[in-house]
């Protein structure tokens, strides 16, 4: 079979670029490779859903006040015959702290991210602890409240945008990939699981963390890797305040959900690949102490449930690569590697690549820095501070 686009992986950025593709008409025929409709294993349904404009990049922070402003529209925008989208976004902020030395740093980020727009407010200790009476702040420099910061359910957002596509038109074979070919300057056909074969005009790759093994079949050689982060939800058995998305030096990140809470701490001494078996004591050991000694009030909980979702980490710089494949075939564009970031940066992401594919370069955010070439030439542009 035939198509004008082809993109191989229909997780939450292939699905976000093949809503954007398509949603002007422009884009001819587009065809989405998932081997899994239910997503069973992907990483969007086990991930957080936060979108926080609290980073250090120009791009991520632009990225990310896009991601904010299309979620909170999403109910509306993304219904099909009139049936809404719902994803339950809820606006209840970021909260960065520095409690392992690099308060100077995230100062700096600060003040770039009130020079882009970011309404945040930069807490020493006191005003912390008065905002949060809950947390223990003695061991704190400073911290950044980002009141207008959110998290979604990332599965119905995933769902939504999928739906979506395809009452607009997109097809999605439920298929996997197992060959790439090309010929000359152009990637030419995807082989299928099933033995069927699709020939594209674009091909565009966002496998998330399968993403390296794809690519090594056109000869693509992507940093990026699979790395297994475990998250937990427990409950307190004592009322605390309203907290917002909690997220630390110490690399601690958790955030309410439900009647309790959802995160953990990730040990990225742990190799990479694939592991979905969650450690017998891990919470026990590791996250339980690192949140009850930042809330006291957390030492009195129930662990309910454990998962291991998996980033699709990027071994350069942990930052996007968006772009076409410059110096290989010139008809292939990717989006991987967000290390963590895919669900905030997916509409963000999804609209730049449709630009820079029907309109030859991006238009509404610049992503040139994110792009294949710093890959060849080792330039990383990496996060600085709290990734």
Request: proline residues 5%.
């Amino acid at each position: 079979m035939h198509s004008d686009i082809l993109i191989i992986g229909g997780g939450i950025v292939g699905s976000a670029i093949a809503y954007h593709l398509a949603r002007g008409g422009r884009s001819g025929d587009i065809i989405v490779v998932e081997p899994d409709p239910t997503y069973a294993l992907a990483a969007t349904p086990r991930g957080n859903g936060g979108i926080r404009q609290l980073f250090s990049l120009p791009e991520n922070i632009a990225m990310a006040q896009y991601g904010l402003s299309f979620f909170r529209r999403f109910e509306t925008d993304m219904a099909v015959d009139g049936d809404p989208a719902p994803i339950g976004f809820r606006r209840q902020g970021y909260l960065f702290i520095s409690d392992r030395g690099g308060e100077r740093q995230m100062e700096n980020n600060f003040r770039l991210q009130a020079a882009n727009g970011v309404g945040a407010d930069c807490l020493d200790r006191d005003a912390l602890q008065a905002r949060f009476p809950s947390l223990r702040t003695d061991d704190v420099a400073l911290a950044v409240h980002s009141p207008d910061d959110a998290w979604i359910d990332p599965y119905a957002a995933l769902q939504g945008f999928r739906r979506k596509a395809r009452s607009l038109g997109v097809r999605y074979l439920t298929d996997a990939v197992v060959d790439w070919r090309g010929d000359g300057h152009l990637a030419r056909r995807a082989i299928l699981a099933s033995g069927a074969t699709v020939d594209a005009d674009i091909h565009v790759l966002a496998a998330g963390a399968w993403s390296a093994d794809i690519g090594a079949m056109i000869g693509l050689a992507l940093p990026v890797e699979p790395m297994a982060r475990e998250t937990h939800f427990f409950r307190p058995a004592a009322k605390i305040e309203k907290l917002p998305f909690i997220k630390t030096e110490s690399h601690l990140a958790f955030r309410p959900e439900g009647g309790g809470f959802a995160g953990g701490l990730p040990d990225w001494s742990v190799s990479a690949g694939w592991n979905f078996d969650a450690s017998p004591d891990g919470f026990e050991k590791i996250v339980w102490p690192a949140v009850a000694h930042r809330v006291p009030a957390l030492e009195t909980l129930k662990l309910e449930r454990t998962w291991v979702g998996h980033y699709a980490r990027n071994t350069l710089d942990l930052s996007a690569i968006v772009g076409a494949w410059t110096g290989g075939f010139e008809n292939v564009f990717m989006a991987v590697g967000f290390s963590g970031h895919g669900i905030m940066h997916a509409p963000a992401a999804g609209r730049a690549l449709a630009e820079l594919i029907l309109d030859g370069g991006f238009q509404t955010l610049d992503l040139s820095r994110f792009g294949w070439s710093r890959v060849p030439e080792a330039r990383p542009y990496r996060e600085r501070s709290i990734v």
